[in-house]
């Protein structure tokens, strides 16, 4: 986060981080207690579409004190909005700092904590240990790749453009999670492999 907000022309970085890291141990929590009431379905649901919208703020952030007055739409768009790009970054430097910290309080109440919990819960026994494993490794594996390349993605899509591929990223999870995660809320372990063997549920012997 600090390297962003140091890009971001954010007088304060350090405290901005901080600021940042509290926010995801608060809603790390939150997603904690309310996970099994809310749904994970729902709280994924909710937690992409944070991230898309703070993801895309982000970049109009960066795309507005990245304008050049040489270019006259950008003149059009910097006097319509009444900011100029040498002052667009200290007067809208709260912009920054709140879409980091949306971002991550998205994250942290959904795409942070819960995959986790539901990669236990859908894999069934036989496999658990190999499927989970390539599924740590390929998030890790990302992960890395994103902060290798970030540099590089700045480059070719602009900081701006970048920010707002991210976003895009984020509304692909969203339909993915809509049209293909299962909500595991409230089922045992047994009638999740039935959901995905196509079988019957399983009778439950004492209701709850």
């Not at 939150?30 to 982000?58: E, H, P, Y």
Request: with cysteine.
């Amino acid at each position: 986060a600090l390297p962003i907000f140091e890009e971001a022309n954010f007088k304060n970085g350090s405290l901005a981080s901080v600021i940042v890291g509290v926010v995801q141990v608060v809603f790390t929590a939150l997603a904690a207690l309310i996970m099994d009431k809310a749904g994970r379905k729902v709280l994924l649901v909710l937690s992409g579409t944070v991230m898309a919208v703070s993801a895309a703020l982000f970049g109009v952030y960066f795309r507005l004190t990245s304008l050049s007055p040489n270019n006259s739409s950008h003149t059009d768009l910097v006097e319509t909005l009444n900011v100029s790009p040498s002052e667009a970054s200290e007067h809208l430097a709260w912009l920054a700092l709140s879409s980091m910290g949306l971002y991550i309080a998205g994250f942290a109440i959904g795409w942070g904590p819960i995959p986790w919990l539901v990669m236990s819960e859908i894999f069934p026994v036989k496999a658990r240990g190999v499927a989970s494993g390539f599924c740590v490794v390929t998030n890790w594996g990302f992960a890395f790749l994103i902060t290798k390349e970030f540099n590089d993605l700045k480059l070719i899509l602009t900081t701006y453009g970048t920010f707002w591929f991210f976003a895009g990223f984020c509304v692909l999870n969203v339909f993915f999670t809509v049209l293909c995660v299962p909500e595991t809320k409230g089922k045992t372990l047994e009638e999740i492999e039935a959901h995905f063997q196509g079988l019957p549920q399983p009778r439950r012997l004492i209701n709850d």
